[in-house]
């Protein structure tokens, strides 16, 4: 008799391979599950997101800065490393820092989300002191890779559609100065004498508005800075 209520109740319950079989359907559905969210393609979504919210948010504060200076900003006031130069176009990547008087219309720059694997890339017309168009590439992160940026804004006068023909620029290097000693830098006027720990801030030295719109290096030397050949050549 009391054999018998044993058999009952262990009938009543799950078997092992029973158990077995649940616990995989459950393991299965999770899998499909996961499969289905991609949590690595959703944090890829919400990082294009910021990138495109970002960059709508900073066309509008370029488009405020034209309407006030008839021109555009050059690298010098938006850029966080050196200023590149093709021609009559100017690149360098949208850094962390800017200048007091673009502060005024957006604050502080931001990076790309993935900096310093991926950066905004701004290009900007640079045949003369006042750029009269701009454009800023992007790398989103859904996109496939192809060695070119996908995305892009722009002033109305150019299109940003020129982005996905630009290869992707690689950062610039920073220039280097001793900050104990006499440099000088390539002005619009000639080179100046400045000192580094003169509260302007490294690697610059005097007034950044000031610094030859193609060339923003730091030189030892006057003559070195002179020179032609070491790409002062606003002079």
């Given at each position: 008799m009391h054999h018998r209520k044993q058999s009952k109740v262990f009938r009543k319950g799950m078997t092992l391979m029973e158990v077995l079989i649940v616990v995989s359907i459950i393991a299965a559905i999770a899998i499909a599950f996961i499969v289905y969210l991609n949590p690595i393609q959703q944090i890829n979504k919400g990082m294009d997101a910021k990138r495109k919210l970002y960059l709508d948010k900073l066309t509008k504060s370029l488009e405020g800065y034209y309407n006030d200076n008839k021109?555009?900003?050059?690298?010098?006031?938006?850029?966080?490393?050196s200023i590149q130069?093709?021609?009559d176009n100017c690149f360098c990547h949208i850094g962390s820092t800017s200048s007091a008087k673009f502060k005024n219309y957006i604050g502080e720059m931001q990076k790309d989300p993935q900096s310093p694997d991926k950066d905004y890339l701004y290009q900007y017309d640079c045949s003369s002191s006042k750029p009269s168009w701009y454009r800023i590439c992007s790398q989103l992160s859904t996109a496939v890779y192809t060695g070119k940026y996908n995305y892009g804004v722009s002033s109305p006068n150019v299109s940003s559609d020129e982005c996905t023909n630009i290869d992707i620029v690689s950062n610039a290097p920073q220039p280097t100065v001793d900050p104990n000693s006499v440099n000088y830098y390539c002005s619009?006027?000639?080179?100046?004498?400045?000192?580094?720990?003169n509260g302007k801030g490294s690697p610059y030295c005097g007034d950044i508005s000031d610094y030859c719109s193609t060339s923003h290096n730091?030189?030892?030397?006057?003559?070195?800075?002179e020179d032609p050949n070491n790409g002062c050549d606003c002079l």
């Open positions: 021109s555009y900003p050059d690298g010098n006031y938006i850029c966080y490393d130069s093709s021609g619009s006027t000639g080179c100046k004498l400045c000192f580094v720990n730091i030189y030892q030397t006057q003559s070195d800075c």
